[in-house]
T-cell receptor, first 110, second 114 residues
C-alpha cells in the first residue's frame, strides 16, 4: 500500500510560468516532509522540507505548502526554468526512514 | 566537502560473483543508508546505520550484506544475486538518524546481474 502518492506522473510547463507538483499521504502520524529532485543517472537532490507545525516554507523559487487536514502537500516553482526539468519526489519522514512518492516528471519548455 | 560519493558507477556481475559497492561521505554525518531504486519506481530503503551500528534492515535478503567500517564509509557486499536485483543502488547520509534530518544522496551504482 503506497503511503505517499504523486498522482500526476508527468507535468509540462512553459518557461517563466508556475509549476505545481502535488503529493498526498495517508498516514496522519507523518510530521516532516521533503521534496527531492532527480536528474537521470544521478542521485536525488534535496530541495526543501516542511514540518507539520508549519503550513508553508519558502526557499527562493521553491515554496512548499502543507494541508494537514487534507493530508496534502504541494511544491510550487516560480518562475519555472528549463533546468528545472527533472523527476520530483516528495517524501515523508517516518522515524529513521524516508518514504518516497512515485515521482512526477516535470518538463519545462521554452 | 558536501557530497556523497559512490563507486563504482556501473557494475555488471554474474549470479555466482561476489562484489562490493562503496559509499563515502566526509560531512561528519552519523547516519548512512542504502536504498534500491528500480526503473520508474521510487527509492526503497534497504538498511540504516546509526553511529556505525545497523539500526534498520528492511527484510533484505541475506545475499545483500551491509558493512559500516567507520563513520565515513558504508559498503554493500553482494553475493549470489539474482537478475531481479538489477537496479540503481543509492547511498545517502544525514547528520543523525530520525526525522527532521535531510538525507543527502550519492549518484548511485547502476547494477546489472546477468
Amino acid at each position: 500500500d503506497q503511503q505517499v502518492k504523486q498522482n500526476s506522473p508527468s507535468l509540462s510547463v512553459q518557461e517563466g510560468r508556475i509549476s505545481i507538483l502535488n503529493c498526498d499521504y495517508t498516514n496522519s502520524m507523518f510530521d516532516y516532509f521533503l521534496w527531492y529532485k532527480k536528474y537521470p543517472a544521478e542521485g536525488p537532490t534535496f530541495l526543501i522540507s516542511i514540518s507539520s507545525i508549519k503550513d508553508k516554507n519558502e526557499d527562493g523559487r521553491f515554496t512548499v505548502f502543507l494541508n494537514k487536514s487534507a493530508k496534502h502537500l504541494s511544491l510550487h516553482i516560480v518562475p519555472s526554468q528549463p533546468g528545472d526539468s527533472a523527476v520530483y519526489f516528495c517524501a515523508a519522514s517516518d522515524t529513521d526512514k524516508l518514504i518516497f512518492g512515485t515521482g512526477t516528471r516535470l518538463q519545462v519548455f521554452p | 566537502d558536501t557530497e556523497v560519493t559512490q563507486t563504482p558507477k556501473h557494475l555488471v556481475m554474474g549470479m555466482t560473483n561476489k562484489k562490493s559497492l562503496k559509499c563515502e561521505q566526509h560531512m561528519g554525518h552519523r547516519a548512512m543508508y542504502w536504498y534500491k531504486q528500480k526503473a520508474k519506481k521510487p527509492p526503497e530503503l534497504m538498511f540504516v546505520y546509526s553511529y556505525e551500528k545497523l539500526s534498520i534492515n528492511e527484510s533484505v535478503p541475506s545475499r545483500f550484506s551491509p558493512e559500516c567500517p567507520n563513520s565515513s564509509l558504508l559498503n554493500l557486499h553482494l553475493h549470489a544475486l539474482q537478475p531481479e536485483d538489477s537496479a540503481l543502488y543509492l547511498c545517502a547520509s544525514s547528520q543523525l538518524a530520525g526525522p527532521y534530518n535531510e538525507q543527502f544522496f550519492g549518484p548511485g551504482t547502476r547494477l546489472t546481474v546477468l
